[in-house]
């Protein structure tokens, strides 16, 4: 008869002991609800098995470290959902990058960061950026800084992608009024 470890003893064989059945019991509960639970966020069934693999190598590996806060189940989403919002910003934001500069190459209009640099020596761009809320400057960085979707921005502050779109809408409207 084998005995059943907590996953609590899994994880401390796993550090302590690089404890190779320890870590499999603990691929086998838990890879497959990873795996269900990101595919609900990731249409891509290859990036959802390579964050899964990221997940639990960063476990095996010790870059992650339960610190028995929880349960093991949210560590694991949190570890898995930060890795697949990694993986989609670097994806989408290359690609939007590459059409981004394809555009640009055909016209000869302003680009956006001379945009940007003519706002800031004719506007306080930092001192407006500073005057808005801590929600509506994180849903920019990650939006405009950062080049993620509404939907990756979303994963990415743990908001619903409509809660996005309505703080990038007021971000936008208090910087044109604070720059006007």
Known sequence: MSETRSDGELLRAVAADADRRAF??????????????LRGR????????????ETFLAV?????????????????????????VDALR???????????????RHRDEVS????????????DLAGALVRL??????????TVIDGLSTREAAVL??????????RAMR???QLREALA
């Open 171 to 173: 971000a936008r409207k």
């Open 112 to 123: 956006a960061e001379e945009r940007v640099l003519a706002g800031v020596e004719h506007g």
């Open 90 to 104: 670097g994806d989408g934001a290359r690609g939007r990058l590459r059409q981004a500069l394809a555009r640009l």
């Open 42 to 53: 990731c249409a891509d069934l290859g990036i959802v098995d390579d964050v899964v693999q």
């Open 133 to 142: 809320s801590p929600e509506l400057r994180a849903v920019l960085q990650a």
């Open 60 to 84: 095996w590996r010790g870059k992650a470290r339960y610190r028995e806060e929880g349960d093991v189940a949210g560590w694991l989403w949190r570890i898995g959902s930060r890795r697949l």
């Open 24 to 37: 499999e019991e603990l691929y086998r509960r838990y890879a497959p609800w990873l795996r269900a639970r």
């Open 157 to 166: 502050l743990g908001i619903p992608p409509g809660t996005v779109k309505t």
